[in-house]
């Protein structure tokens, strides 16, 4: 996705008044801003092509998806913290990265959607069996299984090809009657960024250590101390220092 569009700024100042109606001359209070309005943001959505294998809900730090059911996709919670494993780890790409960017020009206010590169972790099958005495025939593993790989013949049990199978599981967490065992492998999370610290802009304020969400970065002493192993690369710390001191870089 790539897509750019638009809405008349006096459209736009006319529908902030009205949700501000509790402040006076709002319509005239809001023009400055969104006159000056540059907003860069980054979201995370699962699509409807979700199989329900809930492998994006085991691989979240912060516990940020609520596990997909039969009925429904997984869903992103108002916690993630954007550090985008969950888009590594998702077997069929249905989780997007999805930058978002705002800026006046003229008369409109444009909005760019655009749905970022993400570099997928290597999930590999190990095993995988059906239980002839649990299996009922009912043929849900095959409704959800993303690449076909899952047969039910007339009269028999599920039947899976294990060239086809990728191991996201998906058929494991479907099966109403827990007839699937699989024990697969999955690879590391791919480190696309860097996280810089510039001891000397550093203020030791300890805003980074206090909003971590993984106790990755502490304070000791005046110098600023990274965990490697435990940092998720989730722009939080960067976002929230008050002086710059902490920038993540692409590598």
Not at 43 to 63: A, D, G, K, Q, Y
Not at 80 to 92: L, N, R, S
């Amino acid at each position: 996705m790539d897509v750019t569009f638009k809405k008349k700024k006096d459209v736009l100042e006319g529908e902030v008044a009205l949700r501000s109606m509790d402040l006076e001359d709002a319509r005239e209070g809001v023009k400055g801003e969104i006159e000056n309005c540059v907003l860069e943001d980054k979201f995370i959505t699962i699509s409807p092509e979700c199989v329900r294998c809930n492998l994006c809900v085991e691989e979240c730090p912060v516990n940020a998806i609520e596990e997909s059911k039969f009925a429904r996709p997984a869903k992103i919670l108002d916690n993630c913290v954007k550090c985008e494993i969950c888009a590594q780890t998702c077997p069929v790409s249905c989780i997007h990265v999805i930058e978002s960017t705002t800026h006046v020009e003229d008369d409109d206010v444009k909005y760019h959607l655009k749905d970022l590169k993400v570099p997928h972790r290597k999930l590999r099958m190990n095993k995988i069996d059906v239980d002839p005495d649990k299996c009922d025939s009912c043929a849900t593993c095959v409704r959800f299984c993303p690449t076909g790989a899952i047969q039910v013949p007339e009269g028999g049990i599920a039947q899976i090809d294990k060239e086809a199978c990728v191991g996201c599981g998906a058929c494991v967490n479907v099966c109403p009657e827990g007839s699937i065992e699989l024990v697969r492998e999955l690879g590391p999370v791919i480190k696309t960024k860097e996280l810089l610290v510039d001891q000397d802009t550093c203020v030791q304020c300890q805003v980074c250590e206090e909003n971590c969400p993984v106790d990755a970065i502490k304070l000791e002493g005046d110098q600023v101390v990274l965990d490697p192993e435990k940092c998720i690369l989730c722009e939080v710390c960067s976002t929230k220092c008050p002086v710059g001191a902490l920038k993540l870089e692409m590598v």
